[in-house]
């Protein structure tokens, strides 16, 4: 997943009320721009800022005390300089007893007309995340549970999730000619997810397990392109070339916690049949942080393609990629969380070779998807 053109963590769900468009590169395509799955590439698109202005309010609201206002206003500062601002903050219940969550999200922009052929994007945003996990009633043998009302929470009532993620970037366009542009992108992402919470019901012998789970985790991500996009001719073909190099760095940050040291991880253990065998427990267990794991990740490559416009109807497109990765030596403490640094692991080097032939009109390529 990429937000703005750079790789983003998706470990919490994306604001959707933000984006202009979502951008979608399939097949093997994706490998074009490095170590991503090759099904897909997904580049989530913000509103940009505009030389005119406007706005927008808005309110949703819905079942189980779901609201939901937004804003979205923009327009211009200066002859050479627009703005953009919009966000919003959410509410929710569950049809599941004691489930809630809140949503606060802010995305900030600014476009910068340093010159007629060149243009400057600086834009950031803010979301928070907290919310109350729920794994539902569950199932014992594929079976659902009998006489289980389904806004049953089998949970506890202290546990949450919280999760933050803070994304900033710079992007640069510059058109050199009618022909050829030059694109620059760098940008930063944090994201930290505090979470600790009853897990999903271990069923054995009629009884329910119900099983404790501690995360902190922080991931840092700084990434970079810069590519050139051109059209040239040879006789009557058009050849349409994308060409740059990209890197990024990606570390993470996980500490491991010791629960109820004298327990175990299980929490407590109910009974559907005799309930009152296994009083629940409500009390918060004690989590203390034994270790920190710091896991760096640093990628680098290069690529070109072209499309070849045989004709209106026939394209073939082909593409090259080198890329460097370098995966560190997790450092793990064994008492306090520190960081340990360690001699990193020998880098690996990809080197990916891809074509295709179309005979339909596709898009241009975008490094931007």
């Known amino acids: 997943m990429f937000k703005n053109g750079s790789r983003i963590n998706s470990g ?10 979502v951008e979608v590169l399939k097949g093997s395509a994706a490998i074009l721009y490095g170590q991503v799955a090759p099904g897909a590439v997904m580049n989530l698109v913000t509103k940009q800022p505009k030389f005119e202005g406007g706005g927008e309010v808005s309110m949703r609201a819905g079942s189980y005390d779901l609201y939901k206002p937004a804003i979205d206003i923009y327009g211009p500062i200066s002859g050479k300089v627009a703005y953009r601002l919009n966000g919003t903050y959410e509410s929710a219940g569950s ?47 594929g079976k659902s549970i009998v006489d289980v009302p389904r806004n049953t929470f089998f949970g506890a009532p202290w546990q949450y999730a919280h999760t933050q993620q803070y994304t900033g ?12 542009t030059l694109n620059g992108n760098v940008s930063y992402q944090k994201y930290k997810r505090d979470y600790f919470s009853v897990e999903r019901l271990q069923f054995s012998n009629g ?7 501690r995360q902190l985790n922080e991931e840092d991500y700084y990434s970079a392109t810069f590519d050139v996009t051109g059209k040239v001719k040879t ?23 010791t629960i109820d040291a004298t327990k175990g991880i299980t929490y ?10 296994y009083p629940l427990r409500t009390d918060m267990p004690n989590a203390v942080a034994n270790a920190l794991t710091i896991s760096p990740v640093n990628r680098f490559g290069g690529y070109i393609q072209d499309l070849i416009s045989i004709s209106e109807k026939l394209k073939v497109l082909a593409g090259v990629r080198w890329s460097y990765v370098e995966t560190g030596s997790p450092s793990v403490p064994t008492t306090k969380p520190a960081l340990s640094p360690k001699r990193p692991r020998p880098g690996t080097i990809m080197l990916f070779l891809r074509g295709s032939v179309s005979c339909i009109n596709p898009s241009l390529p975008r490094r931007s998807s």
């Open 207 to 213: 009884k329910l397990g119900r099983p404790l789970e």
């Open 268 to 277: 407590d253990t109910l009974s559907l049949t005799q309930p009152e065998k």
């Open 235 to 257: 006789g009557s073909i058009e050849h349409t070339i994308l060409a740059g190099i990209d890197g990024d760095r990606y570390k993470t940050a996980a500490t491991a916690f």
């Open 169 to 180: 970037g710079v992007s640069v366009k510059h058109h050199l000619n009618d022909n050829w």
């Open 12 to 21: 919490t769900f994306p604001e959707m009320s933000s984006l202009e468009r």
């Open 95 to 141: 049809f599941r007893d004691q489930v809630s969550g809140k949503r606060y999200y802010v995305n900030p922009s600014l476009l910068f007309k340093v010159s007629p052929r060149t243009e400057i994007v600086v834009q950031g945003d803010y979301l928070k995340h907290d919310f109350t996990p729920d794994f539902g009633i569950g199932t014992n043998n």
